[in-house]
């Protein structure tokens, strides 16, 4: 499993956001393991082979750009874990859940790994919730949201000495919301257009694309611009 997102996958998270594709980007997500792996790939893609990053705020008071660096991004993701519990007589194997569905109480409930042993494919989530009773769903989400939920709730995106610039995550789809859009920085038309351009003067492949970061590319074109305007100069 890639451990951050390529210029191909940001491309398509775009589209989803702009079109709001929800089947399409749920989809996307539910490949990309549990929650934590998925914020570790997120900082993983933002700071890629940089200590600092800026980001853009917009906000009553202040307007502009904050500098944060690498280890006040996402400070605090909890260590993984595992647990088993039992309930009217079913083991249920429970772990950090996974972004599978835009409903985040489903999505609570791919936290089961195995029941009663047998591993569950996060794509069965949907059925698993109509398929268990009530007072077994009720004692689930209950231990769920203790052990896993509240801990996703205390995490940081920004830590910043200026509170006013703090900003934490919640297991929810607004939160979740923003934390894409950190990563999706720039338009549809701009990744059109730096794909095209970087296709027709460095023969870069629709397949390169899955191998390079958004960052990357930009890097590539700016070398590239670099090199035109020196030979262009001789």
Not at 64 to 77: E, L, T, W
Not at 81 to 94: A, E, H, M, P, Y
Request: glycine content about 2%; some cysteine.
């Amino acid at each position: 499993m890639s451990s951050l997102l390529t210029f191909s996958d940001v491309e398509k998270i775009t589209k989803y956001l702009n079109t709001n594709n929800l089947e399409s980007l749920f989809s996307f997500f539910s490949t990309k393991g549990d929650i934590l792996q998925i914020l570790k790939i997120v900082k993983n893609t933002i700071y890629n082979s940089k200590e600092d990053v800026a980001f853009e705020i917009d906000k009553p008071g202040f307007k502009g750009d904050i500098i944060i660096s690498k280890n006040d991004f996402i400070p605090n993701i909890p260590k993984d874990k595992v647990i088993t519990v039992n309930i009217n007589n079913i083991n249920f194997t429970l772990g950090y859940p996974s972004i599978v569905d835009s409903n985040f109480d489903i999505n609570k409930l791919s936290s089961i790994k195995q029941i009663n042993g047998n591993y569950i494919d996060v794509s069965y989530v949907k059925e698993i919730a109509t398929n268990i009773s009530l007072k077994t769903y009720k004692e689930l989400l209950d231990i769920i949201n203790t052990s896993f939920i509240l801990n996703l709730n205390k995490v940081l995106i920004f830590n910043h000495k200026n509170k006013d610039f703090k900003s934490d995550f919640s297991f929810d789809i607004y939160k979740f919301y923003k934390l894409l859009i950190l990563v999706c920085k720039y338009s549809q038309d701009y990744l059109n257009q730096l794909k095209l351009i970087l296709m027709k003067e460095s023969n870069f492949s629709f397949g390169d694309f899955k191998e390079i970061t958004v960052e990357e590319s930009i890097n590539y074109y700016k070398l590239l611009k670099k090199f035109t305007n020196e030979s262009a100069s001789k």
